[in-house]
Structure formats: structure tokens, C-alpha cells
């Protein structure tokens, strides 16, 4: 490991920062504060500070992103497919990574990446995520795009070295303003729901179990590889069960079956979807 000290003037510009972070430490304000010391610390050209819950659509706090990839389009898109989300789903997002080392091996190839993300260009991206409690945690990605360079190992030691204060702040800040966010959110409760439930059952009357399972990993950009070892077959045997799945659906690549998860996910949210979004959806097109 190398180890990186600031020298003074660093030191001092990332003190200066955070002083008018701990005067409003309780106030909205201060995730934008807390973002903005963070770049003092390490160049970013890109932040957000979006709060994951397990049981409703994700919070955006703040969406400091590009013109195009805005929050509201994350928050109302496919987010169950996000490496990010499925970490902390299971437990196992760490509080300092690398996007690169949390993500499946085609992720970045993926439909799910590329409808949302491709356009950003990002070349780099490093969170600090603060864990409130088993349902939720408060994710800061930092993101580099364009001709950036990507963070340097200098660099993620000094954000994972400033990351206890960043924790330490965000649970503060969530403490004293959470209801405030959470406060109405019936609305992404029920979109949760429905997310959940399309992405569950899409295709469950028409496909096996495994083909099932193999549409799901590919989506989260599990390549046929990965797929293979995470289901204890043979590469060729995933491509096989590909082969059926576009039979099946009567489509001839996956962005087809991302684009009818995609409009399955616009079906009505109650009990006209029926049990299985997929099969809907294509009695649906028939009927019209």
C-alpha cells in the first residue's frame, strides 16, 4: 500500500472545506457542502449523494450529474440491475470501492449501463457509502468522465482515508433530516413494488427456472462466462439457454429482451399486469 500525506497547503484547503460543513452540519445543505470538500481533497468531476432503501425507490439528495443522465431517470429506471444496489441488497457494499471492483465483468457492455450511463462517459468512479441502519444507506458516487484519468491509487487512498468523516457526517445529516425526505414517499414505495414484481415474474410463464436466471444475470451484465460459474454450468450451456430464451420471446439479441422489460415495466401496476408482466405485455401486442 502507498501511503500519501497532504502537504500543508492540501491540508489546509480540506480543513478550510470542511469547517462550513460542521457549522451546517445539520442543515440540507450539507451533503453539496460535504461533496464540495471532497473535491478539494481529490479532483471529481461528477458527485451525488442518492439514499438507498431496501423496501422503496432510491432518494436522490443531490444530482450533480451531466445534462441527459439526470436522478430522475435512475430513480424511475431498472435500478435493481445496478451493481451498487444489489450490493447493498445483500450486504456486501463496502464503504469504500471502485465501481470496477463491484461490478459483473460486462457491465459496463451492458443495455441496463448504456441506455442510463453510456452517454456520461465515465472513466472512473469511487463511493463512499455510509450504512444507517439495514434498509438504508446513503451512497456518494464520485465520478470522472471524459478525458479524465481514471482515480489513481493516490487518490482512492485519500478519499478512503477522508471516508470516516464523510460516514460520520452522513449519518448525522440523515439523522436530522431523513423524515424530511421520506415524508411522502408513497409514490416510490409503489414503483418499488412494481419494479420488484416485473423483475421477478418477467417471463416466468414462458421460460424455465435457469433460463429465467440466465435473462437475469446477462441483464445485470454477467457475461456467459460468469454466468456459468455463478450457476455451476458450462459457458456453452449458458449460450444454449440463450438460444431458447430469443426463440421463446421471438427476438433475436438481449437488447430486444431489455427493451421488452423495458415496456413491461410501463404496464399498469395492479392486477391487469397478471402473473407474469411478460406474457401481458405480448397478448397486449397480439391484441392490438
Not at 58 to 68: R, S, T, V, Y
Not at 72 to 97: A, I, K, M, Q, W
Not at 198 to 203: E, L, R
Request: glycine letters at 6%; proline letters at 6%.
Amino acid at each position: 500500500m502507498i501511503f500519501t500525506m497532504l502537504n500543508t497547503d492540501e491540508f489546509r484547503a480540506w480543513s478550510e472545506s470542511l469547517a462550513p460543513v460542521i457549522e451546517t452540519i445539520d442543515e440540507a445543505s450539507t451533503p453539496r457542502r460535504l461533496c464540495a470538500a471532497i473535491g478539494k481533497l481529490v479532483p471529481v468531476d461528477f458527485s451525488g449523494v442518492f439514499v438507498l432503501r431496501r423496501h422503496s425507490a432510491p432518494i436522490a439528495i443531490l444530482d450533480d450529474i451531466p445534462p441527459g443522465a439526470e436522478a430522475v431517470s435512475y430513480l424511475e429506471s431498472l435500478y435493481l440491475l445496478d451493481p451498487v444496489y444489489d450490493h447493498f441488497l445483500r450486504g456486501t457494499l463496502p464503504t469504500c470501492t471502485l465501481l470496477d471492483d463491484i461490478c459483473p465483468d460486462d457491465f459496463f457492455e451492458s443495455d441496463y449501463f448504456l441506455k442510463y450511463w453510456g452517454h456520461v462517459n465515465i472513466v472512473s468512479e469511487f463511493s463512499i457509502n455510509t450504512h444507517c441502519d439495514d434498509d438504508t444507506l446513503v451512497h456518494i458516487p464520485l465520478s470522472r468522465v471524459g478525458a479524465s484519468e481514471p482515480f489513481s491509487n493516490t487518490d482512492t487512498e485519500k478519499l478512503s482515508a477522508a471516508s470516516p468523516v464523510v460516514v460520520a457526517t452522513m449519518r448525522r445529516f440523515w439523522a436530522a433530516q431523513g423524515a424530511s425526505f421520506e415524508s411522502g414517499a408513497g409514490q416510490a414505495d409503489s414503483f418499488h413494488t412494481h419494479l420488484r414484481f416485473v423483475m421477478d415474474n418477467f417471463g416466468c410463464s414462458l421460460l424455465t427456472a435457469r433460463e429465467m436466471d440466465i435473462m437475469q444475470l446477462t441483464m445485470r451484465g454477467y457475461s456467459d462466462k460468469l454466468s456459468a460459474r455463478e450457476l455451476g454450468i458450462t459457458p456453452g450451456t449458458v449460450r444454449n439457454h440463450k438460444k431458447s430464451i430469443f426463440s421463446k420471446l421471438h427476438v433475436s439479441s438481449q437488447g430486444q429482451v431489455f427493451g421488452l422489460l423495458l415496456d413491461a415495466l410501463k404496464l399498469p401496476a395492479d392486477a391487469a399486469i397478471g402473473p407474469d408482466p411478460l406474457a401481458t405485455l405480448l397478448e397486449k401486442r397480439q391484441d392490438a
